[in-house]
């Protein structure tokens, strides 16, 4: 039987956003290639209940974020299906076909029902040119096929995928009767600023109020510092809540009313910061949050990567927190080592539960009803993600197999944990797993690829990838690692990276490698080492520092982390806190730890992979690599990929997808085979 064929990612199926009602059914969307078109698409799909699994919607789009009306009888969700912008559309269960709410000019983001099921709280954007005098587009002499002259007076001017327009995402509240509501119809929230985006609309139980997140200012929103907003509906005001200063990625308001839940950690910590749940009052303004989760030594959310998920966002604004509906209970999910999955605090003991989720298997979202039925959505290293229902019995029962066919035609290779002790400083253990090659021969030896992840505060661990899996079927060892740096093990393992880039996480790397390179089977000189964005800073690093590997590839990487300071999308607030140090207060750190500097010592061919509109590690990066290797007569190759961005891997281009697999194979073959 053929072990993961690089074409296989033109067949998988990518469940999510699952969205359960209080009859036990649960909605959610599985997207796919349309290998013809080279695009992914999405449909809604409806199981649980006593009805076998069915499809609600069939149009060639994108449709996903399925929310149920309070009473479950309507699922309000975002489609494309006839808009090149997300709009909210409408279904009723009753075999009608969906119709269109909203023609936002700019699309939305975000939807969420009021607790009555008359109306909808979106996030949207309002119109398609920019109207902000901090960032303007001007098309002189109307000659829009040359494209805009950009005009930019403030510091956040871009973000990952793009050059900001002008153009920001502002809560409206709309009629859920409606049809395709034109702007002029939705009634505004109005935020602190018109010139600042929001995010998560959250009604309050009573539906009077609606609280959304935003920054208070163009500096704090430059500096990724958030707050809770709300908006009283039977007036004009709009209060800020928090006075956080930190960063905030959900809400959920408590059933009584009273209290208002969110994730996120505070300004000082960071990215290396544990997310955590805070709780504050809903009386008064500028209220200091009290954090609920601060005895808990890991990370609120799922932080354990994998290649083989929905690229389309969810829109849903508080996935991943739930109620009991005696307010007894908290839920949301949690990542430990390399697992993540559904946990319970209880509110008056602080005690945490363990609920859904096996030993070796990331759960990525749930769903939560008042009766207390889940479903979640869970994947291992060998099933990629799938739902499954767990009632009140704990047991938890499978929804869909929408990936079993494929993988009834596939071996798969299983990978084992290592135990990789503390080292001579007393750091560590490791989380650290090795993925044989299919059909492992003992008595044979076999080529070994190190993947370094990126972040470098993400994690690897109990997730699917098939692109692991299609080096073990060309006949790899994949060794895949969380040095320090990584989530899952701890604040203090995050931080330890923090200042120390190509320190401590190289020594981490190279303690798991000597660990694998003890065994039989492993060809301590054909080895190889790859990784992306941080991991690609890495792989660029490892090889300045060490000649043990025969082969390199480099993707979406930093090679110069003094030029990564203006030209990335964060370099400002991200080099900062990373090394830590500005280009002028602390240039010789930034080029002590940059591996253009030390290109001269590479010994080790190397592959340089990089995407033209890439903002979050520019392309510049990829050329000033490649410009030095070849100036200094060393074996590299440059392969840009025009108009992808920094999610090529997981989410860019099908064909192109495939390409970077073929180049990443051939690379290491030609190098590691002999």
């Given at each position: 039987m053929l072990g993961i064929q690089r074409e296989d990612i033109f067949r998988l199926k990518m469940v999510t956003d699952p969205s359960l009602n209080?009859?036990?059914?649960?909605?959610?969307?599985?997207?796919?290639?349309?290998?013809?078109?080279?695009?992914?698409?999405?449909?809604?799909?409806?199981?649980?209940?006593?009805?076998?699994?069915?499809?609600?919607?069939?149009?060639?789009?994108?449709?996903?974020?399925?929310?149920?009306?309070?009473?479950?009888?309507?699922?309000?969700?975002?489609?494309?299906?006839?808009?090149?912008?997300?709009?909210?559309?409408?279904?009723?269960?009753?075999?009608?076909?969906?119709?269109?709410?909203?023609?936002?000019?700019?699309?939305?983001?975000?939807?969420?029902?009021?607790?009555?099921?008359?109306?909808?709280?979106?996030?949207?954007?309002?119109?398609?040119?920019?109207?902000?005098?901090?960032?303007?587009?001007?098309?002189?002499?109307?000659?829009?096929?040359?494209?805009?002259?950009?005009?930019?007076?403030?510091?956040?001017?871009?973000?990952?995928?793009?050059?900001?327009?002008?153009?920001?995402?502002?809560?409206?509240?709309?009629?859920?009767?409606?049809?395709?509501?034109?702007?002029?119809?939705?009634?505004?929230?109005?935020?602190?600023?018109?010139?600042?985006?929001?995010?998560?609309?959250?009604?309050?139980?009573?539906?009077?109020?609606?609280?959304?997140?935003?920054?208070?200012?163009?500096?704090?929103?430059?500096?990724?510092?958030?707050?809770?907003?709300?908006?009283?509906?039977?007036?004009?005001?709009?209060?800020?809540?928090?006075?956080?200063?930190?960063?905030?990625?959900?809400?959920?308001?408590?059933?009584?009313?009273?209290?208002?839940?969110?994730?996120?950690?505070?300004?000082?910590?960071?990215?290396?910061?544990?997310?955590?749940?805070?709780?504050?009052?809903?009386?008064?303004?500028?209220?200091?949050?009290?954090?609920?989760?601060?005895?808990?030594?890991?990370?609120?959310?799922?932080?354990?990567?994998g290649d083989t998920r929905s690229p389309f966002a969810s829109a849903v604004p508080n996935s991943g927190l739930a109620w009991s509906k005696d307010e007894s209970q908290l839920f949301f999910l949690l990542t430990d080592g390399g697992r993540s999955y559904v946990a319970a605090l209880h509110i008056a003991s602080g005690q945490l539960e363990h609920v859904a989720g096996k030993e070796r298997e990331a759960v990525l979202s749930f769903s939560r009803n008042e009766s207390g039925q889940l479903v979640y959505l869970a994947e291992s290293p060998l099933v990629p993600a799938e739902l499954f229902f767990q009632g009140g019995n704990q047991t938890a029962l499978p929804i869909t197999s929408f990936n079993e066919e494929l993988l009834s035609q596939r071996q798969l290779a299983s990978p084992r944990e290592l135990t990789i002790e503390a080292d001579t400083q007393g750091n560590g253990p490791l989380g650290a797993w090795l993925l044989p090659p299919l059909g492992l021969d003992e008595k044979k030896k076999y080529p070994l690829l190190l993947q370094v992840h990126g972040g470098p505060h993400n994690a690897y661990g109990w997730s699917f990838f098939h692109e692991f899996h299609l080096l073990s079927a060309q006949g790899y060892f994949v060794l895949f690692t969380n040095p320090r740096g990584s989530q899952g093990y701890g604040e203090q393992a995050c931080f330890d990276v923090v200042g120390d880039w190509g320190g401590c996480d190289y020594r981490d790397l190279m303690r798991a490698l000597d660990v694998v390179a003890a065994e039989p089977a492993v060809d301590e000189e054909r080895m190889g080492i790859l990784g992306g964005s941080y991991g690609g800073y890495m792989t660029n690093w490892v090889v300045t520092q060490t000649d043990r590997f025969r082969a390199a590839c480099t993707q979406r990487s930093v090679s110069n982390r003094m030029s990564m300071y203006g030209t990335s999308d964060i370099g400002y607030s991200f080099i900062e806190f990373e090394s830590p140090g500005t280009p002028w207060d602390g240039w010789r750190e930034q080029l002590d730890r940059s591996s253009i500097w030390y290109a001269d010592r590479v010994n080790t061919p190397l592959l340089i992979i990089h995407s033209t509109a890439d903002l979050r590690c520019p392309v510049e990066q990829a050329h000033q690599m490649f410009v030095a290797l070849k100036r200094l007569d060393k074996d590299a190759e440059f392969v840009m990929y025009e108009g992808e961005d920094h999610g090529l891997s997981r989410e860019g281009t099908p064909s192109r997808r495939s390409d970077r697999l073929e180049r990443i194979v051939g690379w290491f073959d030609s190098y590691l085979r002999s």
């Open positions: 209080q009859r036990g059914e649960v909605a959610f969307a599985v997207a796919s290639i349309d290998e013809q078109q080279d695009r992914y698409i999405s449909h809604l799909y409806l199981g649980g209940g006593s009805a076998m699994v069915r499809q609600l919607t069939f149009a060639d789009c994108q449709s996903h974020s399925p929310t149920w009306s309070p009473d479950g009888s309507r699922l309000a969700f975002l489609s494309n299906r006839d808009d090149d912008k997300l709009q909210v559309w409408m279904l009723d269960l009753d075999g009608a076909e969906p119709r269109k709410v909203t023609a936002f000019p700019g699309g939305v983001s975000s939807l969420s029902w009021s607790p009555s099921g008359q109306e909808l709280a979106v996030i949207a954007k309002t119109k398609n040119q920019s109207s902000s005098p901090d960032i303007e587009e001007i098309y002189p002499g109307d000659h829009r096929a040359k494209g805009a002259v950009r005009v930019f007076r403030r510091l956040q001017y871009k973000h990952a995928t793009g050059m900001r327009d002008g153009n920001y995402a502002r809560p409206y509240v709309i009629p859920a009767q409606g049809k395709s509501l034109p702007i002029s119809e939705a009634r505004p929230l109005h935020p602190p600023l018109e010139e600042l985006d929001c995010q998560s609309p959250c009604w309050s139980p009573d539906g009077k109020q609606v609280a959304f997140i935003a920054a208070p200012s163009v500096d704090a929103q430059a500096q990724g510092n958030l707050e809770i907003f709300v908006a009283h509906l039977d007036s004009d005001k709009v209060r800020q809540l928090t006075a956080f200063a930190g960063s905030i990625s959900a809400l959920s308001w408590a059933p009584r009313g009273d209290t208002l839940i969110f994730t996120g950690h505070d300004n000082v910590r960071r990215s290396a910061s544990n997310n955590r749940i805070f709780a504050v009052q809903i009386q008064g303004e500028r209220n200091t949050p009290r954090c609920l989760t601060e005895h808990i030594d890991r990370s609120v959310g799922v932080s354990v990567l």
